[in-house]
């Protein structure tokens, strides 16, 4: 008995381990001594891959649905990073969200004497004042919770502070984040108005 016992574990002493493990995104093979320690080690390579796996797909997958949210965003306004961590935000902390956009032509000036042409370019006013009246005329102004608000124009400063104060005259004490896209020569002025809240669209009225 004694004699047959030493064989064995001399023969134990030359048995190996042979394995191949095949994954999505990995792929693994060992052959050598079957240590307890060295199968735990592997194990914890394979739980390491399949998690960081698993976290990259729900990465891409958080993107494709943002994307998807923002369809009707301009692209340069989607590209911006600090536009995307807020809007993820709030695309999951607020029950609704509506995207608006206006764009009306600038008002073009020019002006010829025997010297000079000079040529300006300001708002429309009144009908800028006539669309932001009638993009809220539709909105439960005391269900909002943020707005965004993306102006896309060559003009100048004032031009878009008069913008900004159409729209808060409409959202008192609502939190508004305003992002700027300046570009030479534009023909017209677009904003994007992006609202969050709860029930935001006024219920049609009953004839």
């Not at 001399?10 to 060295?38: A, C, M, Q, V, W």
């Not at 305003?178 to 609202?195: G, Y």
């Amino acid at each position: 008995m004694k004699k047959d016992q030493t064989e064995n574990c001399k023969s134990k002493k030359h048995d190996k381990l042979s394995f191949k493990l095949r994954g999505n995104t990995f792929f693994i093979e060992y052959e050598g001594e079957p240590k307890l320690s060295i199968i735990r080690e592997i194990r914890k390579l394979v739980d390491s891959i399949i998690a960081e796996s698993e976290i990259s797909e729900s990465l891409i997958d958080e993107e494709e649905e943002l994307n998807y949210s923002l369809m009707e965003v301009s692209p340069d306004l989607k590209k911006n990073n600090e536009f995307r961590k807020l809007i993820k935000d709030l695309l999951y902390s607020e029950e609704q969200h509506l995207i608006r956009k206006i764009s009306i032509n600038n008002v073009i000036t020019i002006k010829v004497d025997k010297e000079k042409k000079v040529i300006k370019t300001n708002l429309n006013e009144s009908e800028w004042n006539k669309q932001i009246n009638e993009l809220f005329s539709e909105i439960e102004l005391e269900n909002l919770s943020h707005c965004i608000v993306h102006i896309i124009t060559s003009l100048n400063q004032n031009e878009i502070d008069f913008l900004l104060d159409a729209v808060k005259r409409h959202i008192f004490f609502k939190p508004v984040k305003v992002f700027t896209t300046k570009k030479d020569n534009l023909a017209k002025t677009t904003m994007e108005c992006i609202l969050f809240g709860n029930k935001i669209l006024k219920e049609p009225e009953n004839e």
